[in-house]
């Protein structure tokens, strides 16, 4: 699928992966995403899917973590947890929210089927192993809309790699490489604070 690769996204990465910010940069990135994509529901479904969507992307999160520890790149591990995403909500028939069009869905599953097989994340149960223990909030479901489904904000056609628009606009296949200089304090959840209450603890 195509996404964005930017310096906040690497300092969102360093946040997730370091010790005494995670748990901050985990709450800032799950509001963060619930909010964008509450932003491509119908108005007056947001508030319904609200809870559901705090507690998948919280799942998500120790999905990313996790690939990142399995070798995949930072756009791979990213594009991973919007995979998930988007199974979740074509199960929901929450369509108008989906970032590829609903025939690409076994495409971009078997791009990271070895993960998902080992994980025990399928179409059907996205969240798999990293499913939380007491679950996930329910939320109505739009099944009529799967009868003839409108992707509003859907991009088709990359669903053979990851592919990345850098800050340039320049599209690249994996994504680029991670700078020397990123600190989690850039990322757009975390201030200095946060970083040096990390650092004293």
């Known amino acids: 699928m195509k996404l964005y690769q930017n310096p906040r996204h690497w300092a969102s990465k360093k946040a997730l992966t370091t010790p005494g910010v ?8 799950v509001k963060l995403h619930t909010k964008i994509f509450l932003g491509k529901a119908d108005e007056d479904r947001r508030e319904e899917r609200r809870d559901h969507l705090d507690d998948f992307f919280d799942a998500t999160m120790d999905t990313y973590v996790a690939a990142l520890r399995a070798d995949y790149s930072e756009a791979e591990a990213r594009e991973i947890t919007h995979i998930q995403a988007n199974f979740d909500f074509y199960n929901h028939g929450w369509t108008e929210m989906m970032e590829f069009p609903a025939g690409e869905l076994e495409a971009h599953y078997e791009r990271y089927a070895d993960f998902f097989e080992i994980h025990g994340i399928t179409i059907d149960d996205p969240l798999g192993s990293f499913r939380p223990a007491d679950g996930v909030a329910e939320a109505p479901s739009t099944p009529e809309k799967l009868d003839d489904p409108e992707h509003p904000h859907a991009v088709g056609g990359f669903a053979d790699d990851v592919y990345v ?3 340039d606009g320049d599209l690249v296949v994996g994504g680029g490489e991670e700078p020397d200089d990123v600190s989690p304090a850039d990322a757009p959840v975390i201030d200095d604070d946060d970083v040096e209450n990390a650092a004293g603890d």
């Open 165 to 167: 628009e850098t800050e």
């Open 22 to 29: 995670r748990s901050v940069a985990n709450y800032g990135l």
